[in-house]
T-cell receptor
Framework: DGGITQSPKYLFRKEGQNVTLSCEQN?????MYWYRQDPGQGLRLIYY???????QKGDIAEGYSVSREKKESFPLTVTSAQKNPTAFYLC????????????FGAGTRLSVL | AQSVTQLGSHVSVSEGALVLLRCNYS??????LFWYVQYPNQGLQLLLK??????LVKGINGFEAEFKKSETSFHLTKPSAHMSDAAEYFC?????????????FGQGTILTVHP
């Protein structure tokens, strides 16, 4: 089945630690996105990538980093500089000329120990 | 710049009653508009979208929405609520006519359905 796989489903971070969230898609989509979701705040864009080896900051990129070495993969690293990382993280992808529809993974819930 | 306002963070209806979730947007260019649904601890699923053409769009699970340019609105409706409709709903906007659309989301509306 085609889709977007996020792992792990739950993740715990210790103080001062970097953690990486995985996002893999087999939909052959060019664009991929990372969002952060906090209760009552909707989804906020962290980073997005329209093509391999290229990515742009979204609205809340501070404390996060990404890479896009393969079309299928867009991992997100939450660095120790992100002081409030507890949130639900959602990865999405969209095809070229797809009417801007984004398809979402099931999410990763990150908590701080 | 684009923005989305969803009126009412919580809406409660009885089973069988009309569902109305409100969404107003602002956009400097013709917009594409979307409604997504999210069940607890899951990702978002597309309910319906408006790009061009007919302003009344039908989606999955009996939902529909009407694009009203003069009111900058895209309200979501369903004639008869079902218990399985209980979820959080997000309205989103992107720039129309682009190949890659960044979405701007509203803050979400939690729908509760009472028996």
């Amino acid at each position: 089945d085609g889709g977007i796989t996020q792992s792990p489903k739950y993740l715990f971070r210790k103080e001062g630690q970097n953690v990486t969230l995985s996002c893999e898609q087999n939909l052959n989509h060019d664009a991929m996105y990372w969002y952060r979701q906090d209760p009552g705040q909707g989804l906020r864009l962290i980073y997005y990538s329209q093509i391999v080896n290229d990515f742009q900051k979204g609205d809340i990129a501070e404390g996060y980093s990404v890479s896009r070495e393969k079309k299928e993969s867009f991992p997100l690293t939450v660095t120790s500089a992100q002081k409030n990382p507890t949130a639900f993280y959602l990865c999405a992808s969209s095809p070229t000329g797809g009417g801007n529809i984004q398809y979402f993974g099931a999410g990763t819930r990150l908590s701080v120990l | 710049a684009q923005s989305v306002t969803q009126l009412g963070s919580h809406v409660s209806v009885s089973e069988g009653a009309l569902v109305l979730l409100r969404c107003n947007y602002s956009s400097s260019v013709p917009p594409y508009l979307f409604w997504y649904v999210q069940y607890p601890n899951q990702g978002l699923q597309l309910l319906l979208k408006y790009t061009t053409g007919a302003t009344l769009v039908k989606g999955i699970n009996g939902f529909e929405a009407e694009f009203k340019k003069s009111e900058t609105s895209f309200h979501l409706t369903k004639p008869s609520a079902h218990m399985s409709d209980a979820a959080e709903y997000f309205c989103a906007v992107s720039e129309g006519g682009t190949s890659y659309g960044k979405l701007t989301f509203g803050q979400g509306t939690i729908l509760t359905v009472h028996p």
